[in-house]
């Protein structure tokens, strides 16, 4: 995984029209990597397929009008407003950084868009002064010049007759993704739209924060009101939100925010480097979400995504056209010649394929099409060419396309240093070659720096209406790894059979007996994995993978509810089933598994208990001992007048050569004994942390608790240098840590407003139709709300397994939280029309 790499996806769904016509459903989402890796958003959109002719296949009645033109879309939007007048109040608890309790009454729908509409935003003009850079020059009026994109040099073009065009024919019947809902109770539905319109409310809530401190920025700071500009200053919450403004109805906020983005210049940024992924999934997929969304009405957002698509271009000008992941987009770096990373990361890498094609779509340029096909079809070569794990592919990726060979040495310096005759450009040194991995430790795994690739192959098959085979062959060989790698079953307190997706890490310098490490993990990020399978299922008629993709959607479910806040962490570990065909919840074997020097510990201490009864009795003779000399010594005055010496008094120095302050000789010292092992350090009582009460966890396992501390330590122990015993250590280890009960380990103790697990659970109550999904959702939505409210929006937090007044908010809402998670929220309570 790179450092700081933001990684980022893009997804889709289909519906089905009576013609057998299929339309696309946008959704981006973005990915990162373990640490400073924010990053899932999604894009919400509906487009038809149509060949380059301009013919969208067959013919229909109704929904599948026939002979449509391809850069049209066609949507079907009835029914996404609704009143919540009726709602009732509520009061939220807002708790941040120390911050004393705040109630606030939570205003209707209806009440929360007036205060939008009535309050405008602080007055920016341009839209963001931020977004704007200069250089040294003054122009003739005194004013500082604006450095602007050009288009640069181009070193290595396409000639026309040698692009790879989009693909022409009729699509495909695609096979029926979502489940035929019947018609719902009148106390179903009185419930479905409350919820509903409760995540529509919060929605209102954040954006309001967001107009009122943030307008025009890229994000705004929910506990402070600050402003962040990470993603090139270009309003990024604003272009990623379009969609869900959109589905939720409120057309008013939607054009509002289409003057600023009427606005946006996307030749000048504050960044001299341009995020590639970030800005492709943010704003290029945002522009056509909601350009395919609103039926094609507003030209604006197709002329912006086309003015971002010409400028992102110029990352595929390389010798081998893969892309620069971060373009350095002034003049002066622009129009030099550049070539791909060797250590690319590969969902940057093979995540843009879907934004990329549709813009080809719509605009019937074949060059935005040609720039990603490459991408595909180097995997393709490298998925039959061969990886450590068949099928999948590692995190870090040599796509410079050069495998640089040795400089050549003058014969007579054979046998001394090395120098080279001259210095040789890339190309000089350069033997051509494939994609191959990094130079780094290789890792496999769905998560974050690999998850969006694999995410798009089902949905690239989608979009190009199932006429690219190539994109059904990766997906199915992707999900054989998958079953055959990297699933496991984790050992958790109750029964739920639920399933994880770990990672392989391989490193290539090592022994190959020594070389391979899997790595149980549970990571947010991995969560979409639940939702890709039960699509994948559903359109490569893959009927076993169903099971699969609801056990792995309940295993993040099951993540949420085991923590205090009832949501789940960032990162975390978990300890594989021996059998995951039997694996009954067994607390001892889970215990041992947390102390893997569970076996050692009462003979340690038994070993220091008699240790100390052999001191406390050396002490005390000795101390005996030093009484009967001083008394002695009393003596000494009256012998000395006889001519005999004065006793001196003895130092607490006995024969066998330790001091009586305690430490033992080195032969019994158990101390070095204990120091084998870092967990084993005990620090002074007064050192201990107070482990604070917690209440039960929330499971859905009636009879197992999930609270960590029911069996935590004194706050002082009487004897802080008696070693652990087993259950000693446990508590310990799960009361100061914050362990929840069926975790090995936490990585990450935050969350920040992910929406992958939501993602999962919204597709599989489309993919099934079962009500439990719906359950399930609003105990996360209504824990998420909880732990991330404030005044000013809803804020990342860290201490997931702590009790609010534990908890640290971050001050940060990125971007994805309204465009992707709330919208998934808010689409798991809507109609089953809405985005079917």
């Known amino acids: 995984m790179l450092n700081g790499a933001r990684l980022t996806v893009a997804v889709a769904e289909t519906k089905i029209i009576d013609d057998g016509a299929v339309r696309v459903l946008w959704f981006r989402a973005y990915r990162t990597a373990p640490e400073n890796q924010p990053s899932r958003a999604t894009s919400f959109g509906t487009s038809p397929y149509g060949d380059a002719d301009g013919k969208s296949g067959q013919k229909g009645e109704g929904n599948g009008a026939a002979e449509r033109d391809p850069v049209r879309p066609v949507v079907d939007i009835q029914g996404i407003a609704h009143s919540a007048d009726s709602l009732p109040e509520a009061t939220h608890q807002v708790v ?57 040099i181009e070193y290595y073009p396409v000639a026309e007759e040698d692009l790879i065009r989009l693909p022409t024919g009729t699509p495909k019947k695609m096979p029926r993704i979502q489940h035929e809902f019947g018609a719902e109770t009148v106390e179903e539905r009185t419930i479905r739209e409350e919820r509903r319109d ?129 373009y350095q987009w002034q003049p002066h770096s622009a129009n030099e010649r550049h070539r791909a990373a060797g250590n690319s990361n590969f969902a940057e890498l093979g995540s843009l394929t879907m934004e990329f094609t549709r813009l080809a779509q719509l605009t019937g340029e074949h060059k935005y099409y040609d720039a990603v096909a490459r991408i595909t079809n180097a995997l393709v070569e490298w998925q039959e060419r061969g990886t450590e794990i068949k099928g999948i592919f590692p995190d870090s990726v040599d796509a410079s396309g050069c495998n640089a060979t040795a400089i050549p040495v003058e014969p007579e310096e054979a046998s001394q240093k090395a120098t080279p005759r001259r210095p040789l450009s890339m190309d000089e040194i350069c033997r051509p070659q494939g994609l191959t991995p990094g130079p780094s430790r290789q890792s496999y795994s769905m998560g974050g720096g690999q998850d969006s690739t694999y995410e798009y192959f089902s949905k690239m098959w989608l979009l190009l209406g199932g006429l690219d085979t190539t994109y059904r062959t990766l997906y199915t060989n992707t999900m054989d790894a998958i079953r055959n790698h990297l699933l496991y079953r984790p050992l958790i307190p109750g029964d739920r059979d639920v399933l994880f997706s770990a990672k392989m890490q391989i490193n290539p310098y090592l022994p190959p007996d020594r070389s391979h490490e ?33 056990r792995l959607t309940d295993g993040c479910v099951w993540a949420y509810e085991a923590t205090t806040s009832g949501v789940m962490p960032e990162d975390a570990r978990m300890f594989p089933c021996e059998n995951p065909l039997d694996c009954p919840w067994d607390e001892e074997k889970y215990n041992k598994l947390l102390d893997p020097r569970w076996s050692l510990r009462a003979q340690e201490v038994e070993d220091y208990d008699v240790e100390k009864v052999r001191k406390e009795k050396v002490r005390k003779e000795m101390a005996e001992k030093k009484a009967k000399e001083e008394e002695e010594a009393k003596e000494a005055p009256l012998l000395a007048e006889d001519g005999v010496d004065p006793i001196v008094p003895r130092t607490n120095e006995t024969s066998t050569g330790y001091s009586l302050g305690g430490d033992a000789p080195p032969a019994a010292n158990i101390n070095k004994k204990r120091a084998a092992s870092s967990n084993d350090t005990v620090p002074l009582a007064k050192d201990l942390p107070e482990i604070p009460h917690v209440a039960p966890s929330k499971t859905s396992t009636p009879g197992v608790p999930l609270n960590p501390h029911e069996r935590s330590l004194p706050k002082q122990r009487e004897d802080p240098y008696r070693p652990f015993t087993h259950e000693e250590f446990i508590a310990d280890l799960l009361g100061r840590n914050n362990l929840p009960l069926g975790y090995a380990r936490v990585e990450g103790d935050k969350y920040i407003l992910r929406p992958e697990a939501i993602e999962s659970v919204f597709y599989l109550h489309r993919i099934s139709g079962s009500p439990q999904w719906r359950e399930k959702g609003w105990k996360m939505f209504e824990s998420i709300i909880a732990a991330t409210r404030t005044q000013i929006g809803h804020s990342a937090f860290v201490g997931v397994n702590r009790e609010p007044a534990g908890q640290r908010k971050q001050d940060s809402m990125e971007s994805f939280w309204l465009a992707e998670t709330l919208k998934y929220f808010y689409l798991l309570y809507s109609e089953p029309d809405v985005a079917a």
């Open 198 to 326: 409760k995540v529509k409310e919060e929605f209102l809530h954040a954006w309001k924060g967001y107009k009122q401190y943030a307008w025009g920025h890229d994000e705004v700071g929910p506990v402070k009101g600050g402003v962040r500009d990470p993603f090139c200053g270009w309003a990024a919450t604003i272009v990623d939100s379009l969609d869900t403004l959109w589905i939720m109805g409120l057309k008013d906020e939607f054009e509002s925010a289409l003057e600023q983005v009427e606005k946006i210049d996307f030749t000048t940024s504050p960044k001299t480097s341009i995020p590639v992924f970030e800005t492709t999934i943010r704003y290029l997929g945002g522009l056509l979400a909601a350009y395919d969304i609103s039926d094609a009405k507003y030209p604006v957002l197709l002329t912006k995504a086309t003015e971002l698509g010409e400028i992102l271009m110029s990352i595929f000008d390389t010798p081998n056209r893969m892309p620069v992941l971060h």
């Open 96 to 152: 941040a950084n120390g911050v004393p309790v705040i109630d606030e009454p939570k205003p209707s729908t209806s009440e929360a868009l007036m205060a939008i509409q009535t309050a405008p935003p602080t007055p920016i003009t341009p839209p963001n002064p931020a977004a704007i850079t200069y250089d040294d020059t003054v122009d003739e009026n005194g004013q500082k010049k604006v450095i602007h994109w050009k288009k640069p």
């Open 518 to 550: 899997m790595v149980y993990e549970v990571t947010h990020l991995t969560c979409f994995i639940g939702g890709m399978v039960g699509m994948g299922a559903k359109l490569f008629d893959l009927d076993a993978d169903i099971p699969i993709a609801e």
